[in-house]
């Protein structure tokens, strides 16, 4: 509990994002950018909570669309679903993909999604009508809202390394997930403020810092809290596409 505490006050520093074991991306679906994509000074970003059983998934996002809104991020460029509270859409998979929707970006802005929620081998558990938002359908998603931009994509669950394997993977996407596709993360209960996952990315992002080195410290941050909880370590999945090598957090 101190621990996740203390990372919320974290929180209320950093402004951006996430996480960890480092792959190559690896399908290349559709056209493709042929090369590099600029560094976005603009951006925009979909915050997804797919459950209300506890709060720290509302809290994480909420915390999180108040600390994006700076220039990189402009007045109605972040849209939040949220479980507990009202939002743009329902949080439901059709809602989801409703606020998908309401991103206005321009050829040249970043697309940043992020989502939070319990989760299974099969994909997000999205609570509110009993559905799971698989690796397929969140590809959709992404891609109706992102399209070729420079994306980066985090899921913060249970066994949300499935979301950075292929299905998922293109040469503009940064992926980062909480988990291996085997494995459970850690910190999802009532009394908790943000889960493991959540804290440790809220610590580990710095703006100007590349993706890697944001990936790497989180993972770092994660494992030291679950060898002090005595748990089988998560191990958060990181993939990056060729054209989005060097792109840095906002």
């Known amino acids: 509990m101190t621990f996740l505490r203390r990372m919320l006050t974290v929180a209320t520093v950093f402004g951006s994002l996430l996480l960890a074991g480092v792959q190559p991306a690896l399908a290349q679906k559709g056209a493709q950018p042929a090369?590099?994509?600029?560094?976005?000074?603009?951006?925009?970003?979909l915050l997804v909570s797919g459950d209300g059983s506890i709060p720290a998934f509302d809290n994480m996002v909420q915390g999180l669309a108040r600390?994006?809104?700076?220039p990189a991020f402009p007045h109605g460029n972040i849209v939040t679903v949220t479980a507990r509270s009202q939002s743009a859409a329902p949080a439901?998979?059709?809602?989801?993909?409703?606020?998908a929707g309401q991103l206005r970006l321009a050829p040249t802005d970043g697309c940043m999604v992020f989502l939070t929620a319990?989760?299974?081998?099969?994909?997000l558990g999205i609570a509110q009508r009993g559905e799971v938002l698989s690796p397929r359908m969140l590809d959709r998603i992404v891609d109706s809202a992102c399209g070729q931009r420079a994306?980066?994509?985090?899921?913060?669950a249970c066994f949300s390394g499935i979301?950075?394997?292929?299905?998922?993977?293109r040469p503009n996407r940064v992926i980062l997930?909480?988990?291996?596709?085997?494995?459970?993360?850690?910190?999802?209960?009532?009394?908790?403020?943000?889960?493991?996952?959540?804290?440790?990315?809220?610590?580990?992002?710095?703006?100007?810092?590349?993706?890697?080195?944001?990936a790497a410290a989180s993972r770092?941050?994660?494992?030291?809290e679950e060898r002090r909880l005595g748990v089988l370590a998560s191990e958060p999945q990181f993939t990056v596409g060729p054209s989005v090598d060097r792109l840095v957090a906002p």
């Open 118 to 123: 319990h989760g299974s081998p099969q994909g």
């Open 163 to 169: 979301f950075a394997g292929r299905e998922m993977a």
């Open 92 to 99: 439901t998979v059709a809602g989801i993909a409703q606020a």
């Open 177 to 214: 997930t909480a988990a291996r596709p085997d494995r459970t993360s850690f910190g999802c209960s009532a009394d908790n403020i943000l889960t493991v996952f959540d804290g440790c990315f809220l610590q580990s992002v710095r703006p100007g810092t590349a993706w890697r080195d944001v």
């Open 67 to 70: 600390r994006l809104n700076s």
């Open 220 to 224: 770092s941050c994660v494992a030291a």
């Open 151 to 156: 994306t980066v994509v985090i899921v913060s």
């Open 35 to 45: 090369g590099p994509l600029p560094q976005p000074t603009r951006w925009g970003a």
